[in-house]
């Protein structure tokens, strides 16, 4: 899963980069985005854990990817990354794992 971001300026943390927080969430979203575009289920996350690599810009385009890595039926384990969009750079990458809501 691939994902656009711009992550607006009033979710700066330090000059020109974005808050930790703001960064965990966008991770968060995509990583639950990757669940659900492979699984077809909704999902709550269980556990999530953040690596900060580079700061990452804000008002700057950037992508965000995100795919499943193991299912063990009652939960999923996904991984993925925020990086600059020209270059590929890692900014950030996540480990979680989610929990599907039964339908």
């Known amino acids: 899963m691939i994902s656009p971001i ?16 703001i960064v965990a969430a966008y991770l968060d979203e995509v990583l639950a985005a990757a669940v659900v575009r492979t699984t077809a289920q909704t999902a709550v996350t269980g556990e999530l854990t953040v690596r900060y690599v580079k700061p990452v810009p804000v008002e700057t385009p950037i ?3 995100g795919s499943l890595v193991a299912d063990h039926g009652r939960y999923v384990d996904v991984e993925g990354r925020l990086e600059e969009l020209g270059t590929g750079a890692v900014l950030a990458t996540a480990r979680a794992r989610f929990f599907p809501i039964p339908s």
């Open 6 to 21: 711009i992550i607006p300026r009033q979710y700066s943390g330090p000059p020109g980069a974005a808050h930790g927080g």
């Open 63 to 65: 992508i965000g990817r």
